[in-house]
């Protein structure tokens, strides 16, 4: 298993708005618990006015621009768009998806596909080794009662829809994401649920989700709203 780890390349995509307190730990996490993988960090930084992009640019120095690119866009112009600008620059056979906000990191996305030959690997937080520390009570229900009300109309065979740190296959992902129209944070729901309707092979590792250790979430009301749009037009359109 560890030759093999060691022939992929991954691709780490990390989108990025105002997360200068964050990115250096993430990136330094990343090298620390891959040490004998193959891999490169994509930063897609949507013009953050707080500085991230001069932080990024010192961690090139430190680790080379051939292990963390900058590909910085002018302004936000969505999620699912920072996951496709980054695809274009990926060199790697896999790619993962992850926030820069120090809520996750794993190696067990990348012994999950080795094991099982899986087209996509998706954290859960939904059973059992996976969970949820520092929510309150309303954020926790509003979570699960969105991922409860999806499963009830969309049947995706997966768990978490709306989780953030899945390992792709590449050609899978430049597949199924072309096939998106989203752009917000129901992207990640409309990537598996297109996913699962294509026959992939999606397999799920327990993940335990940390509320972000600096900065402010950026889930507001307006993307409550986007995600039960999202969700009707799923049901409509899959």
Known sequence: ???????????????TYNERLNIALIVYLVFKYLPDVDFEIIIVDDGSPDGTQDIVKQLQQVYGEDRILL???????????????????????FVVIMDADLSHHDKIEFRKQMET????VTGTRYVKGGGVHGWNLMRKLTSRGANVL???????GVSDLTGSFRLYQKSVLEDVISSCVSKGYVFQMEMIVRASRKGY?????????VDRVY???????????????????????T
Do not use: C, D, Q
């Open 1 to 15: 298993m560890e030759g093999e780890e060691k022939k992929n390349k991954y691709s780490i995509i990390i989108p």
């Open 71 to 93: 590909r910085a866009r002018p302004k936000k112009l969505g999620l699912g768009t920072a996951y496709i600008h980054g695809l274009k620059h990926a060199s790697g056979n």
């Open 201 to 209: 092979l999606i397999k799920e590792v327990p993940i335990t989700f």
């Open 117 to 120: 030959g899986a087209s996509i």
């Open 150 to 156: 999806a499963h009830t109309l969309l049947w995706p």
């Open 215 to 237: 900065g402010s979430s950026k889930l507001g009301g307006s993307e409550i709203v986007e995600y039960l749009k999202g969700l009707v037009y799923l049901l409509v359109t």
